[in-house]
Structures are given as structure tokens and as C-alpha cells.
């Protein structure tokens, strides 16, 4: 089992830079490969990045390809995601989740992953 809580939401001007954390309990975190999601309002929960178990290798949904920034610190059990150049359409309700099965690839989909957070809401402003 994996508790998952996040933190760093809040509300940013357009082109402004925000950095979520996931913080995880239990002694199995530096065995999953990890994820981000977004949710915006009256829209389906869409993949953001995601981490394998070392930090190396990421991979990031096409929105926010050279934007968002993707990295863990297995020893402090904590995942982060650095947002930068946000954009009003970054605004939604933030998910870190982890995946605990061995795949092979970074997995995309939220039905892929096992556990989640509660969420932190961002909202960017123009």
C-alpha cells in the first residue's frame, strides 16, 4: 500500500512557475514508476508525466512538452513536478498516482495506475 498526498497547488499568473510535490508513505515507493495527471472541469483525467523507479526515464503528454519537468528523491519518498511558462489551460485539479507493476514502458492511462492522491488544485490566471 501507498498513501499518496500532494501540495504546492495554488493560483499563478499566465507564464508564471509553480512546483507540485507528491509525498508518499510505505517502504515500496522507490519500487513504483509514478505519475501525474490533470483534471479540468467537465474534461476526462489526462496524463501529464510520468517517472520510472530510478528518475531515468520520464515521459510527458504532448501540452506540456518542454513546459513541465518531471523528477523524484527516492530518499525523501517524494516525487515533484516543476511547471513552468503555465498557461490558463493549465488550470485543473493536479493528481500524483504510482504504478506497481513492471511493464516496461511508463504508462499513460489512468486505469494503469493503482494508487492516488487527493489532488491540488492549480489555477492560472491571464
Known amino acids: 500500500q501507498v498513501q499518496l498526498v500532494e501540495s504546492g497547488g495554488g493560483l499563478v499568473q499566465a507564464g508564471g512557475s509553480l512546483r507540485l510535490s507528491c509525498a508518499a508513505s510505505?517502504?515500496?515507493?522507490?519500487?513504483?514508476?509514478m505519475g501525474w495527471f490533470r483534471q479540468a472541469p467537465g474534461k476526462e483525467r489526462e496524463f501529464v508525466a510520468a517517472i520510472d523507479w530510478s528518475g531515468g526515464n520520464t515521459y510527458y503528454g504532448d501540452s506540456v512538452k518542454g513546459r513541465f519537468t518531471i523528477s523524484r528523491d527516492n530518499a525523501k519518498n517524494t516525487v515533484f513536478l516543476q511547471m513552468n511558462s503555465l498557461k490558463p489551460e493549465d488550470t485543473a485539479v493536479y493528481y500524483c498516482?504510482?504504478?506497481?507493476?513492471?511493464?516496461?514502458?511508463?504508462?499513460?492511462?489512468?486505469?494503469?495506475?493503482?494508487?492516488w492522491g487527493q489532488g491540488t488544485q492549480v489555477t492560472v490566471s491571464s
Open positions: 510505505g517502504r515500496t515507493f522507490t519500487m513504483y514508476a
Open positions: 498516482a504510482a504504478d506497481p507493476f513492471s511493464r516496461g514502458r511508463l504508462a499513460t492511462m489512468p486505469r494503469e495506475y493503482a494508487y
